[in-house]
């Protein structure tokens, strides 16, 4: 079987998109299913890190791109040389088509997949009605929500069915209305996420003492990550753990934000930005250093980031938004704590004082990891597509 991907953001840019296109390719191929991916160039951007030196990748076919407006990280595909691309492709055989991104790619991807007769399919990864307050925040809160809503539903009408990456992100998209096969299928790890990290290698290269208790977020620095809230749960564990230090891995529009909220709230000294680190070991040793792995996005679809500190061992406090709340299950190594500062910072003190608690979860959490394999949740996809290109067979002969 052969399936054409198509997105409007891949590496070098990071994120969770990214993370589960790739992973899901890798694994496909054990599955046999054969993919090709359609993608933006993000040329040398300073805005990107490491993308002057991306690694050819087989199968992936970068398209042209201009910049986005107040978003340095992202590209836009170039419509023309996009649908060029695709008119190359015709001639090719490919089975389905399965969307990753709702914008270029999306309009792209049904014209193909109409062009040549067969499925189209999409992931929901993003849960746009929370996202768009943080970036038009001129458009009211609740105009906003129902455009995101009815945007939503009219692509979701184009499809043969769709990925959602947990059961709460599917039950809301019935609850929007839409009528589509919705099949929950979420990202896994695949087996290099549960080979243990170096710690104190990490503590050394950062400066950070062995003994000293380390809280740690990893992920996209944005505005909807809800990273403002982490800050002030510190503030409160500050007057309990006086020496604590937490470390904010990854980059994005809301670090210099950030950094402003930090110095007001007078914990510069005890706050590190690492920024972007190499997902083949130094992410790793990053989760590894932590004493605590802290989330609390309201936004997340699946929180794949929550799996990798589980991964690796990692007790986890976080809030229950949406697709984390489906990953927080009972016995999985991690706390649930309410939003609210005091709260939540006394969750993480309770692990910190309690190193019989802490070794307790850590435990759990790689236990509880191991049934989110990516070679599974790949088998699980590509049954979906054999079923759909079955079912499809005959309208495609019949459109012949």
């Given at each position: 079987m052969r399936v054409l991907f198509i997105s409007d953001v891949y590496f070098p840019r990071v994120n969770g998109v990214s993370t589960s296109i790739r992973t899901f390719r890798?694994?496909?191929?054990?599955?046999?299913?054969?993919?090709?991916?359609?993608?933006?160039?993000?040329?040398?951007?300073?805005?990107?890190?490491?993308?002057?030196?991306?690694?050819?990748?087989?199968?992936?076919?970068?398209?042209?791109?201009?910049?986005?407006?107040?978003?340095?990280?992202?590209?836009?595909?170039?419509?023309?040389?996009?649908?060029?691309?695709?008119?190359?492709?015709?001639?090719?055989?490919?089975?389905?088509?399965?969307?990753?991104?709702?914008?270029?790619?999306?309009?792209?991807g049904v014209r193909f997949a109409r062009s040549k007769a067969i499925p189209v399919i999409a992931t929901y990864h993003t849960f746009f009605e929370e996202y768009l307050h943080h970036y038009v925040p001129m458009l009211p809160r609740p105009i906003g929500r129902a455009l995101a809503r009815r945007f939503t539903l009219s692509q979701c009408a184009q499809l043969a069915a769709i990925v959602a990456p947990s059961e709460p992100m599917r039950s809301l998209l019935l609850e929007y209305g839409v009528s589509a096969r919705i099949q929950v299928i979420p990202t896994g790890l695949p087996a290099e996420r549960f080979v243990p990290g170096d710690g104190a290698r990490f503590r050394a290269n950062f400066g950070i003492a062995a003994g000293r208790p380390l809280l740690l977020y990893v992920g996209r620095v944005a505005h909807e990550k809800n990273i403002d809230f982490l800050l002030r749960a510190f503030v409160a564990l500050r007057r309990m753990r006086p020496g604590a230090l937490f470390a904010i891995a990854g980059e994005g529009p809301a670090r210099e934000h950030l950094q402003s909220q930090v110095a007001r709230l007078g914990i510069a000294s005890d706050v590190q930005f690492i920024g972007y680190l190499d997902r083949e070991r130094g992410l790793a040793d990053c989760y590894a250093a932590a004493d605590v792995f802290v989330f609390a996005s309201r936004t997340e679809t699946q929180g794949l980031v929550l799996l990798e500190a589980l991964a690796q061992g990692r007790p986890v406090v976080s809030t229950a938004h949406l697709g984390t709340a489906s990953i927080l299950q009972a016995g999985c190594g991690a706390r649930v704590a309410p939003e609210k500062p005091d709260a939540f910072a006394q969750a993480i003190a309770d692990i910190l004082d309690d190193p019989a608690r802490a070794a307790r979860l850590s435990a759990q959490a790689r236990s509880y990891a191991q049934n989110w394999t990516s070679s599974h949740m790949a088998w699980r996809l590509a049954e979906l597509y054999h079923e759909l290109a079955y079912q499809h067979e005959p309208d495609a002969i019949a459109a012949a």
């Open positions: 890798t694994d496909l191929r054990d599955a046999g299913v054969d993919t090709v991916l359609v993608a933006p160039d993000y040329g040398t951007s300073a805005a990107v890190p490491h993308s002057s030196m991306i690694p050819d990748e087989p199968g992936v076919l970068r398209i042209a791109s201009g910049a986005v407006p107040r978003d340095p990280e992202d590209r836009r595909m170039k419509y023309f040389a996009l649908c060029r691309r695709l008119d190359e492709l015709e001639a090719q055989h490919f089975d389905l088509v399965h969307i990753h991104t709702p914008f270029l790619a999306h309009y792209a």
